[in-house]
């Protein structure tokens, strides 16, 4: 019988930020013809997509601004934002743009809501509700 190592939070944040760098830009919720588009200029994985300038993308054929903005909500889905999205939700500090608490398909998926009859902070996690202690430090 094997004994089990406890990963750190920093380590499951790059090893779920690493998962996602490899998923395929067909697996991220994005129009058949926007993959297409992509997977023809050789953008295959989310890396890439990530590593490729706003203006490269709109120099694609048949990819526009609406197109442009089908991408940065498929990449917010997955927990990526862009710096100006996150400096209005208050996040401008994170060390990358990941933020995998944000996300909509997260192992480690959580929100921090506020009910509108208190001020103690919710946590929201699998769909399931749970108040947490004012001790949380927000």
Request: a negative charge; glycine letters at 6%; aromatic letters at 6%.
């Amino acid at each position: 019988m094997g004994s089990r190592v406890r990963l750190s939070p920093a380590a499951l944040y790059e090893a779920e930020l690493n998962k996602r760098l490899q998923m395929s830009t067909a697996e991220i919720g994005l129009s058949v013809r926007t993959t297409n588009c992509l997977e023809e200029n050789g953008i295959l994985t989310v890396a890439q997509l990530l590593n490729t300038p706003p203006k490269r993308l709109l120099s694609i054929a048949n990819f526009g601004e609406k197109t442009l903005e089908e991408v940065f909500l498929a990449l917010e889905r997955l927990g990526f934002f862009r710096r100006s999205r996150l400096r209005s939700l208050g996040l401008e500090d994170r060390p990358t743009p990941f933020v995998p608490e944000m996300s909509e398909s997260s192992v480690i998926q959580f929100r921090i809501v506020f009910d509108d009859s208190t001020t103690t902070p919710v946590f929201e996690e699998n769909n399931e509700t749970e108040k947490v202690a004012d001790s949380v430090g927000l």
